[in-house]
């Protein structure tokens, strides 16, 4: 069997606190990348000294980018992704650290499932010190085992228009699959909108549920992973308004206008799509009409179970009765 190249996508932004330890742990892996390419959002810290002095002393190839104007991290990572050569593409944060063998373990579960085109893994969670904070990502993110087994059994893209369960730090793709989902668009996160486009055009995504990342969990985060308690959810709700559900039903627009233009959705994925935005327009409709008209939208959305198969089940409930 012919090696594959393996590349790995990096994005930095003023990293200096954590990026030597994750540039450590991707340096001590058993099997090591073969090119590395990171794009810096414009960082005004130690960043890019401290990538510059990584390059000089590190065996493998290091390609470094510094963006002129600041990009955002879904469109720095599109960058990265575009830049890479890999026949294997893997996702790497700047604060994270990883297991010594996660290249390794992926790249074997790539190995033995030809027909996979993503794979992930779970996280654990840890603090800024590196020390466990008694959970996994997938605890805390509520990837429970009937949704594992869905995505076993090829439907996976049930899971995904419900909710993410895949983390852009612990995820690698095919390079083939590239073309399908870049460009990325505005407001969709690079790891939701990367998986659940492939999955709904029937790309299987495989998952290892060995923890191949300490997550690390600080104040400047982009995206975390610790669930938070009933009154942050409830704070988070109401300050969130219905301007949310306008941002996500445009999403999911704009994902239906992208697969369109792909012509490779099975009728199965087109009606879960379809049932995934007119559940988002009721949720529309509710924070638009009267409280009475609102009610009965929400209980008929109950009833029906569109709440649990598309949102966030009672949390979403939750939500639309305080808006």
Known sequence: MVKQKISIAMCTYNGNSYLEEQLSSISQQTRLPDEMVVCDDGSTDLTVQILKDFEKRTSFSVRF?????????????????????????????????????????????????????????????????????????????????????LFEVGEQAKVLLKHNVVTGATMAFRKETRNLFLPIPDHWVHDEWITLLLSLLGIEGDFIEEPLISYR???????????????????????????????????????????????????????????????LKIRKKIHSNNRLVGFQLIFREMLNGNYHRYSNGWKSVVKDLCL
């Open 65 to 149: 980018y510094c963006n002129e104007n600041r990009l955002g991290y879904a469109k720095n990572f599109e960058k990265a992704i575009n830049l890479c050569d890999g026949d294997i593409i893997f996702l790497s944060d700047q604060d994270d650290v990883w297991v010594s063998n996660k290249i390794k373990i992926i790249e074997n579960k790539f190995k033995s499932n030809l027909n996979c085109g993503f794979v992930f893994s779970d996280a654990l969670l840890v603090d800024e010190e590196l020390l466990s904070l008694g959970s996994t990502l997938w605890e805390n993110i509520s990837f429970i085992e009937s949704q594992r087994r």
């Open 217 to 279: 969990q600080h104040d400047k985060q982009s995206i975390g992973g610790q669930k938070k308690n009933l009154g942050e959810q409830f704070q988070k709700a109401i300050k969130s308004k219905s301007e949310s559900i306008d941002i996500t039903l445009n999403k999911f627009n704009c994902l239906a206008k992208r697969l369109n233009t792909i012509n490779k959705l099975t009728k199965k994925d087109q009606e879960l799509l379809k049932l995934k935005i007119d559940h």
